[in-house]
């Protein structure tokens, strides 16, 4: 079936930083590609979305690119900050049947130090 | 506009016991579901529905019901808590059922069953 996989954390990084959370799936078909982010005590927020192959993402200095060939979608940042401290997660929409459902990998916590 | 509310935040059930958690979006989202957040496992689908009247089954709906008698609303009901359940839950919704929509997340019920 569908599936996500992404790298486990804790990610701990210094500010300013570069940031890769790498991210890969399985699909059949051609599924939507997501980031959300979960600060500490809320819900999930949608940081960036793809739809389609080599669609790049962008949102707040974080970018993704859809990559079809090596099935990933990375998410970058050239500098953090301690207010990107969260739990990061990847996600696929893929439609089948009547409906979609978007399937989550197991989250990667960052934490920035100052 | 409110977005997605869930209620309670928090809540301490007994084995046995039973109770609903509410879920309510002003966005005139056609699309609403259940998650379950639990540690290393991301989120999982419960039960989700394309619209009024409409509900099914997600990955883990043992234990749970749900009905969606109005487009705004969409409780969750735990019919004999079990320690299991402890977890926390997210609703979520989408404008669309359709692949590429992303999701708008409540801010979670954190529920314990001793």
């Known amino acids: 079936g569908d599936s996500v996989t992404q790298m486990e954390g804790p990610v701990t990084l210094s500010e300013e930083a570069c940031l890769t959370i790498n991210c890969t799936y399985t699909a059949t078909g051609y599924p939507s590609l997501f980031w959300y982010v979960q600060y500490p005590g809320e819900g999930l927020q949608l940081l960036l979305k793809?739809?389609?192959?080599?669609d790049k993402g962008s949102n707040k200095g974080f970018e993704a690119t859809y990559r079809k060939e090596t099935t990933s979608f990375h998410l970058e940042k050239g500098s953090v900050q301690v207010s990107d401290s969260a739990v990061y997660f990847c996600?696929?929409?893929?439609?089948?049947?009547?409906?979609?459902?978007?399937?989550f990998g197991t989250g990667t916590l960052l934490a920035v130090q100052p | 506009n409110a977005g997605v509310t869930q209620t309670p935040k928090f809540q301490v059930l007994k084995t046995g016991q039973s109770m609903t958690l509410q879920c309510a979006q002003d966005m005139n989202h056609e699309y609403m579901s259940w998650y379950r957040q639990d540690p290393g496992m991301g989120l999982r689908l419960i039960h989700y529905?394309?619209?009024?009247?409409?509900?099914d089954q997600g990955e883990v709906p043992n234990g749970y019901n749900v009905s969606r008698s109005t487009t705004e609303d969409f409780p969750l009901r735990l019919l004999s808590a079990a320690p299991s359940q402890t977890s926390v839950y997210f609703c979520?919704?989408?404008?669309?059922?359709?692949?590429?929509?992303?999701?708008?997340f409540g801010s979670g019920t954190r529920l314990t069953v001793v």
């Open positions: 979520a919704s989408s404008l669309s059922y359709r692949e590429s929509a992303g999701y708008t």
């Open positions: 529905s394309v619209g009024a009247g409409i509900t």
């Open positions: 996600a696929l929409s893929a439609y089948g049947g009547a409906t979609n459902k978007l399937i």
């Open positions: 793809a739809t389609k192959a080599d």
